[in-house]
C-alpha cells in the first residue's frame, strides 16, 4: 500500500499521536519524520525530501493553519499536499481555507488516514511526471 519511496512529516505537539502515526506509516512502507516543532518541521523541509505533510492543527505557541498557509504561499513547498487534523469541533473549514488538502477530525480513522495519504502522493507523483 505504501511505497519505500515516499517520506511523510508528521508534526504534532501530542507525542503519542506523532509516534502512532509514525508506527502505522512505516508498518505500511513510508519513511516518516515525526517533529512537535514548527521550527524543526521548516529545518526538515528544507534538508529533505518529503512527499507529504501531516499536521495538527493547534500546536504548543504555533497555530498550524499559519504554518500550512506559510508553505502553500512558497514556490518550493506549495505542492507537497498537507493533511491537518485537530479535534476542534470548528477546525474543518478553517484548515481547508488556510490551504490544506485534506482535514480529518480527532480521533480519526487509520484506514480513512491511509486511503487519503495514498491518494494524494499519487496525484503529487502524477502531477510530477
Same mark, same amino acid.
Given at each position: ?52 505533510? +501531516? #499536521? !495538527? /492543527? %493547534? ?50 480513522? +487509520? #484506514? !480513512? /488516514? %491511509? ?15
Amino acid at each position: 500500500m505504501g511505497s519505500l519511496n515516499s517520506s511523510i512529516l508528521v508534526l504534532d505537539d501530542d507525542p503519542d499521536i506523532g509516534i502512532m502515526i509514525k508506527m502505522m506509516l512505516e508498518y505500511k512502507g513510508y519513511s516518516v519524520v515525526v517533529t512537535d516543532r514548527a521550527e524543526k518541521a521548516e529545518e526538515i523541509l528544507s534538508t529533505e525530501q518529503m512527499d507529504l505533510i +501531516i #499536521m !495538527d /492543527m %493547534l500546536l504548543s505557541g504555533v497555530n498550524g493553519t499559519d504554518i500550512c498557509t506559510s508553505l502553500k504561499q512558497n514556490p518550493n513547498t506549495s505542492s507537497l499536499p498537507i493533511i491537518m487534523i485537530s479535534a476542534h469541533p470548528n477546525a474543518k473549514q478553517i484548515c481547508l481555507d488556510a490551504g490544506a488538502n485534506e482535514f480529518m477530525a480527532k480521533p480519526f480513522d +487509520i #484506514m !480513512d /488516514m %491511509l486511503s487519503k495519504i495514498n491518494r494524494l502522493i499519487s496525484d503529487k507523483k502524477q502531477t510530477n511526471n
